[in-house]
């Protein structure tokens, strides 16, 4: 009667399970038990042959490798899948699988962890929870393992700590056939994984505590690992999202080639997540598949429109929409559009839907941008003007595109050089090389506008940046015509002598020494100078007129009518006056 109440309760209680399954979408499935590990009489069932190909197709090595887990996940050693492009396996059924994912790999302990494509319900053995005591006895089977192998029993005869796991000396020879064996309990439990024993006149072998492979793992910092780079194979990516894009992003500079299968594996394992379009529409639209590119933003856009969390939001991505056409159109040889819609025009209307969106004043910028590359300069400095005007958001760089895009739009120049005041103020101290630049463009308006003192004073700035020993004879000669019109004349002399001093070809330079001597009233010194340089100029008006005009001002009347003639006899138009001057 017991026995007949006890099959009573059982078939109500798996009928109200079913219940529950058909009320909350529940699939029955989901009640059967887990997957048990393979047990010693089946293990081989758990082992595969592994083939390793190159990128031609050249098999490069065959080697073991067995199932750790239910769903196709095994493991091999690190040697053996070294150099990879492509690799396979096939199961004691001989069943053919590709490796599809490498799911980690450490040199180190001559480890890797991978997946296998299109497996279902595979044996496999199962990791162990702790480590082995010396004296436990574990079970070996050999690489080729057969229904009819038995397997070798082999015993721990030392277990020492190794980080947070074990590692073990084996009763086994220490000969090359057995490395990377899997050693299991007869409960199909995996132990460890036979290595080779590197000490010195080693006869017996070692193996690494199998719970080691659940270290093996892929990360956001993933991409930077030298070992994974070993293998071409195409890499999993971390399990958590925000990981994954982290190691994404890592991986653009580190193994680009890999970006495709990656974005892909991205969409596929969160096709919600609109982050996961952006990046592979940004990709494709490099490659130049603009329409994919397209299709892929529009997805985004879907996405983005219903996203929760930190997904990222649809202004966002119009914005990167915006930002990967400019991109596009740049990298273009000729003038044609890279997609049917894809323009300048397109652009500044993605920008200004992501503004509208959310109003921040990056978007302005960037519409502010595209308006730029259309030459419509008022309506940029418009757009730049307004994001300058957020305290928070404001940069050099923001009051600089706003004073070019003014500048170029006719604007007040006044105004323009106010904006450059503002660019400059706001350069973090001390100057990097890059920022140093907008200090020389603040330079050249203030020339323009004969503020000669504060264009030498931003020289200095620039060359303190800088330092000299990175600047050329022309900028010396530059800062030297900024002081002279500054009335600076010691500092001007100073600077055209170090232009010479640091010209490989001085000739100009000492030329306009002479000419700086000569308006200084240094007379005998410019004639020197300017004679001097009749060696290597022997045909040249400018060194005849500064002789003779330098001789004029020291009262040699003969002297100087004599070059001067001589200078107006090469085509010097100026030295006629001086002739009249000195009779």
């Known amino acids: 009667m017991y026995k007949t109440m006890l099959q009573t309760n059982t078939l109500l209680r798996y009928g109200f399970l079913a219940v529950l399954c058909l009320l909350f979408g529940l699939r029955m499935e989901a009640l059967s038990p887990a997957p048990s590990p393979a047990g010693a009489g089946d293990a081989y069932k758990a082992m595969v042959q592994l083939f390793v190909y ?3 197709g050249k098999l490069l090595r065959e080697g073991t490798a067995f199932f750790i887990n239910a769903e196709g996940q095994a493991a091999t050693t690190f040697h053996a ?30 480890l890797v962890k ?23 006895s ?30 073990y000396d084996l009763s086994l020879p220490n000969e090359a056939d057995y490395v990377g064996l899997p050693l299991f309990t007869a409960e199909g439990v995996l132990v460890g994984v036979v290595q080779n024993n590197v000490q010195k006149e080693a006869t017996t072998a070692c193996a690494i505590d199998a719970r ?49 299968v990656a974005y892909d594996d991205f969409v596929t394992q969160w096709p919600d ?14 490659l130049g598949q603009y329409e994919a590119a397209e299709s892929d933003f529009q997805k985004a856009i879907e996405k983005a429109q219903t996203a929760t969390g930190d997904c990222m939001k649809e202004d966002a991505v119009h914005y990167q929409m915006s930002a990967t056409i400019v991109s596009s159109l740049q990298q273009r040889a000729d003038s044609a559009a890279p997609a049917a819609n894809w323009s300048l025009a397109r652009a500044e209307e993605e920008a200004q839907k992501a503004y509208e969106k959310a109003p921040q004043p990056l978007y302005l910028m960037q519409r502010g941008y595209c308006r730029f590359a259309q030459k ?49 103020a706001r350069l973090p101290q001390p100057l990097s090389a890059r920022d140093a630049q907008y200090v020389l463009e603040r330079v050249a308006r203030l020339l323009k506008a004969q503020r000669y003192r504060d264009a030498v004073a931003g020289y200095n700035e620039y060359e303190k940046a800088i330092g000299p020993r990175n600047l050329t004879g022309q900028f010396y000669y530059l800062r030297s015509q900024a002081e002279m019109e500054a009335h600076m004349y010691q500092q001007a002399l100073d600077d055209i002598r170090t232009a010479i001093a640091i010209s490989e070809q001085p000739l100009a330079y000492r030329l306009e020494e ?15 100078a300017a004679e001097k340089l009749l060696v290597d100029l022997p045909e040249s008006p400018d060194c005849y007129r500064v002789m003779g005009i330098a001789h004029g001002e020291l009262g040699h009347k003969a002297k100087a009518k004599q070059y001067l003639e001589r200078a107006a006899a090469l085509g010097d138009e100026v030295a006629t006056t001086f002739i009249q001057k000195y009779q």
Not at 143 to 164: F, H, L, Q
Not at 220 to 236: G, H, N, V
Not at 273 to 286: E, L
Not at 377 to 384: I, L, Q
């Open 54 to 56: 190159d990128a031609e």
């Open 81 to 110: 899948l070294r150099g990879a492009a492509r690799a396979e396996v096939i199961d004691a059924k001989g069943k053919k699988y590709a490796v599809k994912r490498i799911l980690g790999a450490n040199a180190t302990t001559d």
């Open 114 to 136: 991978f997946s296998v494509e299109g497996v279902k319900e595979n044996a496999f053995l199962a990791l162990a929870t702790t480590g082995a005591e010396k004296g436990t």
């Open 138 to 167: 574990l079970l070996l089977l050999p690489a080729r393992a057969g229904k009819k192998s038995k397997p070798t029993e082999v015993s721990i005869t030392a277990s020492e700590p190794y980080n947070d796991f074990r590692y």
């Open 212 to 260: 080691f492979l659940q270290e093996l793992a892929i990360s956001s910092t993933s991409a930077l690992q030298k070992d994974l780079r070993e293998f071409a194979i195409p890499k999993a990516l971390p399990n958590d999202p925000s990981e994954a894009l982290t190691y994404l992003f890592m991986l653009k500079s580190a193994n680009p080639s890999a970006l495709a």
């Open 273 to 286: 997540i609109s982050d996961g379009y952006v990046n592979r529409a940004t990709f494709k639209a490099s």
């Open 376 to 424: 419509n300069y008022a309506g940029a400095y418009e757009c730049f003007e307004a994001a300058s005007a957020d305290a928070s958001f404001a940069s050099a760089e923001t009051f600089f595109t706003a004073a070019r895009a003014l500048e170029l739009s006719g604007g007040d120049s006044l105004r323009v050089l106010a904006l450059l005041d503002s660019c400059v």
């Open 514 to 528: 002479a000419f700086i001597l000569l308006r200084v009233g240094e007379f005998e010194a410019a004639a020197e």
